[in-house]
């Protein structure tokens, strides 16, 4: 598209939000016509509808503008669909050395399962997931999960931090959702650090021939992107060590994305 056919106010906008989010302690509207060549009402328009959409935010005493919270978030979002992608293709692999882990032969009501969640909208909601009864098929369930008994949520609250929890379980009381579970709080927090302690979380709440367990999926900044989970019903044991050595392996694979 020749120059001459931009649409120059989008061009305008985007030069106001490059150029603020140069600045960490904000620019005045003066300061942001005087580097871009802008006229104050023009520059004041632009920014007011950069507000607006929260690509731009307002400070007071002094009046400052600076980067808004949409930036950041378009950013997260797009890792997000990364790193769900990056599940996508390592899963079916992954899957494929825990059946290595199980029985030859499996009965009728035995199953397995491997899944990976993210926190979306203060829900933890599978995103995908593969069975034993589709071999080789990548659901995509988005299905939102419970708060204290699915693995996966519980390995958020072990290594999320102590605010992004309290801000969780706002949502999902303890009284109401927990407690029917894990009867005292005290026990819920010392399972957390237990799994804090071993890097995963396994639930002591199912029955023996039951395994489910979550890993967290961490980027290079250690930043939480989201939790890979399993799940095991099987009348044979099955060598848990070695799950969780595959499942600590892929969970590094996926987080090598962010």
């Known amino acids: 598209m020749p120059n001459n056919e931009l649409i120059q106010s989008l061009l305008r906008a985007i030069d106001v939000i490059e150029l603020v989010a140069q600045s960490e302690r904000g620019l005045s509207l003066g300061e942001v016509c005087n580097a871009l060549g802008l006229k104050q009402p023009t520059a004041h328009n632009l ?55 199980l029985p030859a032969k499996l009965g009728p009501q035995d199953e397995a399962s491997l899944s990976f969640s993210q926190h979306v909208g203060n829900e933890i909601v599978m995103l995908l ?7 080789g098929v990548l659901e995509r369930p988005r299905r939102v999960m419970t708060a204290y008994q699915s693995a996966s949520p519980l390995a958020f609250q072990a290594f999320w931090s102590q605010e992004e929890v309290e801000d969780y379980r706002r949502q999902h009381p303890f009284l109401d959702q927990g407690a029917p579970i894990w009867k005292t709080k005290e026990r819920l927090d010392a399972f957390l650090q237990k799994s804090r302690e071993t890097g995963y979380a396994m639930p002591p709440i199912y029955p023996d021939e039951q395994v489910r367990a979550a890993v967290p999926v961490f980027d290079e900044g250690h930043r939480l992107l989201g939790v890979l989970g399993v799940g095991i019903w099987l009348k044979s044991p099955i060598d848990t060590k070695k799950l969780m050595k595959e499942m600590l392996e892929a969970s590094k694979q996926i987080g090598e994305v962010g």
Request: charged share 30%; aromatic share 4%; hydrophobic share 35%.
């Open 47 to 101: 920014i007011r509808t950069l507000i607006a959409r929260d690509f731009v935010e307002k400070t007071t005493s002094p009046v400052r503008y600076r980067l808004g919270s949409a930036v950041t978030r378009l950013a997260e979002e797009r890792q997000s669909h990364n790193v769900v992608r990056q599940a996508s293709t390592i899963m079916n692999d992954v899957f494929e050395r825990i059946k290595g882990l």
């Open 129 to 135: 997931r593969m069975r034993m009864q589709r071999p």
